[in-house]
C-alpha cells in the first residue's frame, strides 16, 4: 500500500496569528495527530496533558498533548496534538479525519468525503 499525505495547519484558536503548516502523513493506524514539539511550540499550542501511547514499534512512551485547530482539505476540526520528537514525521490521525467526515480510499490510497457525517 501507498502513503498518504495532506497539507495541514495547526494552531490554537480559530483568531490565532501563529500557524504551523506541514504536510502530514495520514495515518489509520493513529487516534490522536501527531506534529513535532518545538513547532506546535512556536505556533502557539500549549501543553495540556500527557498520555501513554503505543507507536508502531509496539513499545509505551509518554508524550505531552495540546488541544488545537486542525485544519485540512477546506475543513477545519479541534482536536488532541501529540507533542512528538522534534525530528519526527508529522501525523493525521483518525480521530481529525473521521471528524469532518473523510475517510482513506483503502484501493486508491486516496483522502474521500463521505455524503454525510455518521450519527450513528
Known amino acids: 500500500m501507498g502513503l498518504t499525505h495532506v497539507t495541514v495547519s495547526i494552531r490554537p484558536a480559530a483568531d490565532a496569528e501563529r500557524t504551523y503548516e506541514a504536510l ?3 495515518d489509520t493506524g493513529a487516534t490522536d495527530s501527531m506534529a513535532p514539539g518545538a513547532k ?6 500549549a501543553k495540556r496533558g500527557r498520555m501513554a501511547y503505543e507507536p508502531a514499534n509496539g513499545t509505551t512512551v509518554e508524550y505531552d498533548f495540546g488541544l488545537a485547530e486542525i485544519e485540512f482539505m477546506g475543513e477545519v476540526t479541534a482536536g488532541r496534538v501529540i507533542f512528538g520528537p522534534d525530528d519526527c514525521e508529522p501525523l493525521l490521525g483518525m480521530t481529525a479525519l473521521e471528524s469532518v467526515g473523510i475517510t482513506v480510499d483503502p484501493t486508491t490510497q486516496t483522502l474521500k468525503r463521505l455524503p454525510a457525517i455518521p450519527l450513528k
Request: proline share 0%; no cysteine.
Open 24 to 26: 502530514f502523513l495520514v
Open 40 to 45: 506546535l511550540a512556536e505556533a502557539g499550542v
